[in-house]
Every structure is written in C-alpha cells, then in structure tokens.
C-alpha cells in the first residue's frame, strides 16, 4: 500500500483530494490509535496525533455529508440523553456460574462436573480449558456491521440490554471500524472497566471539583462502580472524561460460516483472532489441562492479583473446545462448559466500634478505626487505619457507623467509605486529639504537614516503643523474636528505656517477665548477641533517622564507607550523595547534632554492636545509574537480595512490577509473569551473566 506521508508539515501530495486526505487521514489515525490505546506502544508523539486529528475534523468540517459514524473525530460528541434506548440482543448475554469454594477444591468440581457430563473415565486424557481473568467492570456487547461498529449495548437482563453506543465510542481501546475481511455481522463481546491508576486520577479530579465547590459532584467507591457510572452516563461529554478501558472475551451474533462467517475450532483460536482484529485480549489468557493446571493458574493469578493495573475478582475456566462447548450446553442462562472461580474478596461491611489514635515511631499520630471482626481479603480484620486529620473527616467515619473495609494483598486494610443511610447514632465528627494520647505532650500539626506529631520524642513511651522496634526489626539489626507484645512489657516495665539497654537486657530481667518461659528468654538473649554483628546500612537505617530509609542509608553507606564520617559530614557533603536532597541532608544533620543521638550510638558501641567499615566509596562511573530493573524467578548462583544489592550499589533501582519504564528485566528458572510482560512490552531481558557483565 501506498502511504502518504503524513508527518511533513505540508500534506507530500498538495493537490490530492480532499476526500482521498480525509480516508487517508482515517486509516492513519486508525493505526495510530490502536499503537496507542490497545497495544500501549505510541508510534508517534501525542502532538502529531492531535494535529492530525485537528485535520481531519476541520475537512470534515467543510464536509459534513463525508462524516461517517466510524471517523475517529465520532468518538467523543452526540446529543445529551433523556433515558437509553433499550434493545435486544440478537443472541442472549448469559452469565457464568460461580464457584464460592475459593479453594482449589472449586476448580477441582468443575472439571469433575465436566468429566462427568462428557462421560470421560479415570484414564481419559484430561479436558483442555482456557483459564482467563474475571474481570470487575461491566459486560458489554459491540455489534459491527460491514466492519463498522453500530452499537454498544449493556447485558441488561441477558435478553434486553442499554444501547449506549455514544458513550462506548470515547473508549480509545474499542476499535470504531475493523480490518477488510471481517465477518459481515459480528458482535464482540467483553468487560469494560475502569483502570486503578484511571480510577485514582479520576477521584482526585472529583474531590477537586468538591473542594471548588462544583454541585452534584461525588468521588467514587471502587473502579466498578466508576466505570459503570461512565458507561451509563446520558451526558457523553462528561463519559468522554472517565477513562474507561475494555478486553474482549467471547462473541455474540456472527455471520454463520454457511453464509461466509468464520469457522473456530477453539475459543482459544477464536481470542487469538480477535486480538488480530485490534480489540484488547488480557495477556493472561492460557490454556490449562485438567484440574491440576486450573488450580496452578488460579493460585498464580492470586499471587500477582494485586500488581494488575485492573480489579478482577476470580478467574474464569471455559473448556476450549467449542465442539465440546456444544455438546455440554446450557442449565437455564449458564452454560456447563464455563465456571467463575473466586477469591476472597476484598471488601466486606461492617461497623466500627471506636476510633482510636496511635502514636507512630517518629510522633505521628494515626486515626485507627476498631471495627467489628469482619473476614475480608483472606485474613480476620479489626482495625482499619484512616490515615490522618483530613482523610478521616473527608470519609466522615464516625463511632457506630457502618463501613466498607477493604484489604487488598499486603496493604493495610483501610476503610472506604461509610454507608451514610445506615448512621443511626448520635456520634460526633471525628477530631484529632491536640494532646498526644500517650505521654499527653502537645501534639502538633505543622504548616504545609497532613499529620499531627507527639512532640515527646523520647519521654513518650509508644515513641520508644516504635524506635526499638524498628532498630530490631528483619530489615535493621534484626533481633529475632523481639516483637510489638515483648517490646510493649519491656519499656512499660520500665526495663528498657533507651536502644542500649536492649543489650544490657539479662536472662534474669527477661526471664522474669509476665508469660516469658526460660527458653525464650534464652532465646532473646541470642537473638540479641547475633544482631551484634550487623552492616553499616542496617545500623543507620535502624538508628530511624527520619527521611533515612533503606535505600538511603545504603547510598549513605556506601557514600562515606564509616559511620563516623557520616555524623561529622556537613550538610553540602551529605548533599554530595545520589539519593540526599536538602530536607533528608537536614535531618540527618539534625540528628547527629543532638548529643542524646551520639550517646546512643557511643553506647550501642560500647555494648559490641559492629560491622564491618569500609573505604568512601570512589566517584567512578556507575554503570546502572538511572537504569530500573525487576527480578523475576530463582537466579543460578545470587539470592535476590544480592543481585538487589549488586545493583544498588552500581546505581540501579530495582523495582517491583515490569513496566514500559523498566528498563531490563533478570529473569532466572521459573519467571513467571514479569517474564511475559517483558516480553510483551518489548523490555530486554538478561539472564544472571547477563546482569554481571552489566555490572562490569
Ligand atoms: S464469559 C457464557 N469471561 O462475568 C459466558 N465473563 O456472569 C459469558 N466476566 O457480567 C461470559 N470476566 O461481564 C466471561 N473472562 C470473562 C469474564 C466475564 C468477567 C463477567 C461478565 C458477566 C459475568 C458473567
């Protein structure tokens, strides 16, 4: 085909016809919106789209009798709705039984219930099935005709759904027109949802809006609800701002093959084909055999369930055969040959029972709400934290209220909002105490700051508490067994008054605490001789300087080689280290000024805490600076935290999740999904020789 070139600044053929430059223009932003929406790789800036796009709408303009429903300017613009049409679908939308057992026992049923209908015996070979995400969004069908999308249409009530074409339009992923050769009639049906990272950036827009005091606004509670909000919007102009995105998963009415339709073997092929046709198939889409695969995939998804950029909320098992669909057909609207597969879920009601305030290692105070034992996201919750002053008023959590909590992964639970149609009570506004709850010093909120801070320091005993914690916890020195309980008796005890007296500890004075058996306590004592011996980075980290984290302490570290040069650099020599700006190079400073800080360390010296000192660190070129790299699977001779440490010090990051960012990944035996992503999105990917000739 002929391209016209269309990125020089005059069009290259000036006398061609307006009506050849409008098509051109078509198929060109076509190819471009689909690099951008769908396989998340732009080929161009957003600039030359844009004036491209500003070209076509003005000849369009000019022409109105050209505009064609299928033109990328028809995205965005319509009428405002009274109400939506309501239509039928041509083959009804069914939905899918659901397994609540969210043990792998669920995925066992299923292929057993299958086996059984398919008259399979022991020794028959295993059912062949596509294992897919179930995704959290609405379902959707997109009918085209003749290539060109002619309708959107919620599932409604399987039979009779929405038409909201107009708003299915402004969603940059669903393709307006397919490729020559498509089906005459095919209807592609999927989940339209809502990213999270789409989901944050529109609810901070939202509580701008509130905050400007704009009428009628509202933040939203999960990207579920957001996204069917945008889709049922009767306004397009206001759906064209909520972000929505979509995956194709199956099909709805299709030109039959007698008449020319297409013929699949599989619903894998039948994925496959679509994806071909430009419509977004989730790249975790997999072939599973027998129950042993179903339950593999659905504990793998479990695993990286929280690092998709999308809720889902289970998996979906379908057999792949479509012959074999057939033949185990439907009871009432579910088909046999298709199962959700749940996991716990990640959001549960109930109500709180106080609001408590807790007092942080560095005197931050933290609105803590103590609720009703409610089960949610795999774990027994009772407290939910509500972050700070603002965030607590914002949610309006008050004493008696009912509450959504969600617990999501590794993150805190925390509560998302409250269900106001259930307050009851009488409870007042929540306030922040002005008094630290603890030690009753003055608690402050300084300018510019989101949180209250205990001005006690060290004479407020949570303050300690936190400060030996995090001097002993896995990360610092590490005292194994010394945890929040020991730590809670030693310092109320008065035993503890300072990070010394840890290593002045006896087995006598532990031995004889509430509930402390003499193995235990031996074992403390251990514990505590073992994390004598410890790295510079631990120690400082430990020290809880604040601003000083892992990262910075290594870079400190490794900056200056000896403790000692590090409490007597001066603010423009801490500046001088990658990682320390002015407010981290001022607190470090502010730290090590206070004769208190010097003692403790003098102290923990006296008591045999050491570690190794090296030499500063020589200026010479860091071969990894400015470079993110993920790990991925069991690499053949380093641990991660090695390779982690190998690649910090050469000025890499390493980060959790690959991304377009990422700039290599290192996979070893057994990667997994960060492996596929890398491979999707095109980041190299070296293997551990590959890392250290790198490192070289
Ligand atoms: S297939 C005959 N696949 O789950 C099966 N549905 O009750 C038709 N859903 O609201 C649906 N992810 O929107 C299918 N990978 C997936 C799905 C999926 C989410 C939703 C769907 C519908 C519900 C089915």
Redesign the pocket.
């Known amino acids: 085909m002929a391209t016209l070139d269309l990125f020089s600044p005059e069009p290259a053929v000036p006398d061609s016809l307006p009506y050849e430059r409008v098509l051109a223009l078509r198929e060109e932003l076509h190819r471009l919106g689909h690099a951008y929406y769908v396989l998340d790789a732009p080929l161009v800036p957003d600039a030359e789209y844009d004036r491209l796009f500003r070209e076509l709408q003005e000849l369009e303009t000019q022409h109105p009798e050209w505009v064609t429903p299928d033109s990328p300017t028809q995205r965005v613009g319509g009428q405002v709705l009274d109400a939506f049409t309501s239509v039928r679908h041509a083959v009804p939308m ?3 039984r659901t397994e609540t057992d969210t043990e792998s026992t669920g995925a066992l049923a299923f292929d057993t219930r299958v086996r059984k209908e398919l008259e399979l015996n022991e020794g028959d070979t295993p059912v062949e099935y596509v294992a ?4 959290d969004g ?2 959707m069908n997109l009918r085209y005709e003749q290539g060109v999308l002619v309708q959107a249409a919620t ?1 409604g009530d399987g039979e009779y759904g929405e038409d909201v074409t107009q708003n299915i339009r402004t969603i940059g992923q669903i393709p307006l027109r397919l490729p020559a050769g498509v089906p005459a009639v095919l209807e592609v049906r999927g ?1 339209v949802y809502m990213r999270r990272d789409d989901f944050e950036a529109l609810n901070e827009r939202q509580r701008a809006r509130i905050a400007a005091g704009e009428k009628g606004e509202k933040t939203f509670v999960n990207p579920r609800n957001a996204a069917a909000g945008a889709v049922r919007q009767l306004d397009p102009g206001i759906a064209a701002q909520r972000p929505l995105s979509f995956f194709a ?2 099909l709805g009415e299709v030109t039959p093959a007698s008449e020319g339709g297409p013929v699949f073997g599989t619903h894998y092929a039948m994925l496959q084909t679509l994806k071909s046709w430009g419509f977004p198939v989730a790249a975790q889409v997999e072939i599973a055999r027998g129950a042993p695969e179903l339950i593999a995939y659905h504990q793998r998804i479990g695993v990286i369930r929280d690092n998709l950029s999308f809720d889902i909320d289970g998996v ?1 098992y379908k057999v792949n055969s479509l012959a074999l669909q057939q033949r185990l057909g439907f009871v009432t609207r579910e ?1 046999r040959w ?1 199962v ?1 597969h749940k996991y716990p879920a990640q959001e549960q009601l109930t109500t709180v029972l106080a609001i408590d305030v807790q007092v942080g290692r560095t005197g931050k105070l933290t609105p803590v709400a103590k609720l009703a034992p409610v089960f949610v996201g795999g774990v027994t919750v009772t407290n939910a934290t509500l972050h700070n002053e603002d965030e607590a008023r914002r949610k309006d959590v008050r004493v008696g209220d009912t509450v959504i909590v969600r617990r999501a992964g590794d993150v805190i639970p925390e509560v998302v909002s409250v269900l106001l149609e259930k307050r009851a009570g009488e409870a007042p506004p929540f306030t922040m105490p002005r008094i630290c709850p603890v030690c009753q010093s003055a608690a402050v909120r300084e300018e510019g700051e989101a949180d209250y801070r205990c001005t006690g320091g060290l004479f407020c005993s949570a303050q300690r508490k936190q400060a030996i914690l995090h001097f002993a916890q896995r990360r610092a020195v590490e005292v194994e067994g010394l945890g929040d309980k020991l730590v809670e008796q030693l310092v109320d005890a008065n035993v503890i008054r300072n990070l010394p007296d840890l290593y002045r500890l006896g087995l006598s004075a532990l031995a004889s605490l509430d509930r402390m058996a003499d193995k235990s306590a031996q074992n403390i004592v251990d514990a505590l001789e073992k994390s004598k011996q410890t790295t510079l980075p631990r120690f400082l980290f430990g020290l809880g300087i604040r601003h000083v984290g892992e990262a910075t302490a290594k870079e400190l570290a490794r900056h200056f080689g000896t403790l000692d040069a590090i409490m007597d650099a001066d603010e423009e020599a801490l500046l001088a280290v990658s990682d320390v700006g002015p407010i981290v190079a001022q607190s470090i400073r502010t730290f090590f000024d206070q004769a208190h800080n010097r003692e403790v360390v003098e102290q923990l010296r006296a008591c045999g805490v050491t570690w190794p000192e090296g030499a500063p660190a020589d200026a010479g070129p860091k071969p990894l600076a400015g470079k993110t790299l993920v790990l991925t699977g069991t690499l053949p001779t380093l641990g991660r935290d090695a390779a982690k440490d190998l690649i910090e010090a050469a000025g890499g990051k390493v980060s959790g999740s690959v991304s377009k960012k990422t700039h290599y990944v290192v996979a070893g035996a057994e990667a997994g999904s960060k492996l596929d992503k890398a491979n999707e999105l095109g980041v190299p990917v070296l293997d551990e020789a590959g890392l250290l000739e790198l490192l070289k």
């Open positions: 069914l939905s899918i897919e995400l179930k995704f609405l379902a599932r989940e998963y199956g979906v088909p298709a959700a």
